[in-house]
């Protein structure tokens, strides 16, 4: 995404033609972006060869998945819709991770029949639900067994997973008692340790500390896990203030890890693959005169980007056409959504807008579309993916008719 000439492009196409040939508001999505995070990510962990499971609840268009797939990745569910839109964008089931505190028998079972790579259990009660359904089905069922490593991942407490007061895992006490209860089990096969501390994780010190807890845990339980599922996090730049995450340290890390313990590795990737591919073309409606500021009211809204207002995440807004002017008050980038909290960002030194035009909001590809909603009876944007220079639609706008 550049400037030309002033004209904000997206991967060489003008964002006032995309706007004026799709309308408004449209999620688009630069494929290059998408091949160069997947080989960037290969490359740095290149010498761990890690299984690389796509996290699909970050972003779960089939046509985004099947692109996913023919890079060489495989998927991390969360249930059974995942599973079945993973597989039917021909994803391996060897290659499908089940993740999940809450797996119904249902999705068990689905899970069981498609033979998918592991099914990565979180509680007693669910082991012993596993166990049933693998005893009825005369099935001997791979499963991970997720630990709760107690780890303080630094985000948002919305998207924190690895400490003792979160639902995910089972504690260091019932961790050793399940892989003892495992061992004898006719219909379970202990294939996995599963851990994922968190979400937009910008610093590699809190995996190191994971790291060392699991290694801790592999020695009390005296287990070979030919699996060790470290799961995802890693963070991206949202605000541009060149904060990266030291990918290459942790590396460094996981392969001594490796050396150690000879397990083959699983990450779930999701946000550092799709997250900076995606941006938000939107439309000024009306500029409403505030006292201290200014409110862009766009036609895009909370149902549309939910991050905002669920996480108070920040996402660069940016104008598809430069001027010089620059605006006396402050700008706050609001929806038309009746809710308070359906705006994007307050901004304070931004050029000067008028109605009609169009601006980016930058970063959406992950957690975007899939969180998005149909809240007053709005209906989905149109998607687009650009690759090779050609404008391909991945997901029609949804029709208001068919939706009321």
């Known amino acids: 995404m550049k400037y030309k000439l002033k004209e904000l492009t997206i991967e060489n196409f003008k964002v006032k033609t995309l706007a004026k040939n799709y309308d408004t508001p449209i999620y688009c999505y630069s494929f290059e972006k998408i091949k160069n995070n997947i080989n960037k990510f290969k490359k740095v962990f290149l010498k761990i060869n890690p299984l690389i499971c796509f996290s699909v609840k970050s972003n779960s268009n089939s046509n985004l998945l099947r692109e996913i797939n023919k890079l060489g990745l495989g998927a991390d569910v969360v249930s059974m819709g995942e599973l079945m839109k993973a597989l039917k964008s021909g994803i391996n089931p060897n290659k ?19 033979k998918i790579l592991l099914i990565n259990a979180e509680s007693k009660s669910e082991i012993l ?14 499963v991970g067994l997720r630990l709760n490593p107690n780890t303080d991942a630094g985000t948002l ?9 979160n639902k995910f895992g089972v504690s260091e006490e019932i961790f050793i008692d399940l892989v003892e209860y495992l061992k004898n089990s006719k219909y379970l096969k202990l294939k996995c340790l599963s851990v994922h501390i968190g979400s937009q994780i910008l610093n590699h010190k809190p995996y190191i500390k994971m790291l060392k807890v699991i290694e801790k845990i592999i020695k009390k339980t005296q287990f070979y896990f030919e699996y060790i599922d470290l799961g995802g996090g890693m ?21 001594k890890f490796k050396k150690r313990n000879n397990s083959k590795i699983i990450f779930e990737p999701g946000r550092s693959i799709v997250g900076d591919s995606g941006y938000l073309i939107s439309k000024i409606i009306y500029i409403k005169e505030g006292y201290k500021k200014d409110f862009i009211i766009l036609d895009a809204a909370m149902n549309d980007l939910m991050r905002p207002a669920l996480y108070n995440a920040k996402h660069r807004i940016i104008p598809a056409k430069k001027n010089k002017t620059q605006s006396l008050k402050i700008y706050e980038f609001v929806g038309p959504i009746c809710e308070s909290t359906d705006k994007f960002s307050t901004v304070n030194k931004f050029q000067k807008l008028k109605e009609k035009d169009l601006i980016v909001i930058c970063d959406v590809g992950a957690y975007g ?15 687009l993916l650009i690759k090779n220079s050609k404008i391909k639609i991945i997901s029609k706008r949804q029709d208001l008719k068919e939706l009321v």
Request: proline share 3%.
């Open 96 to 114: 499908i991770v089940f993740s999940g505190v809450g797996k119904t028998s249902e999705e068990i079972i689905f899970a069981v029949k498609k």
């Open 129 to 142: 639900e596993i166990e049933k359904i693998a005893k009825k089905t005369n099935n001997k069922v791979n």
């Open 157 to 165: 407490s919305q998207i924190s997973t690895g400490k003792k007061e």
């Open 235 to 255: 963070g991206i730049d949202y605000e541009n203030k060149k904060r990266k995450i030291n990918l290459k340290k942790y590396a460094l890390s996981v392969e």
């Open 369 to 383: 579309m899939s969180l998005s909603s149909n809240y007053n009876l709005r209906p989905k944007p149109i998607e």
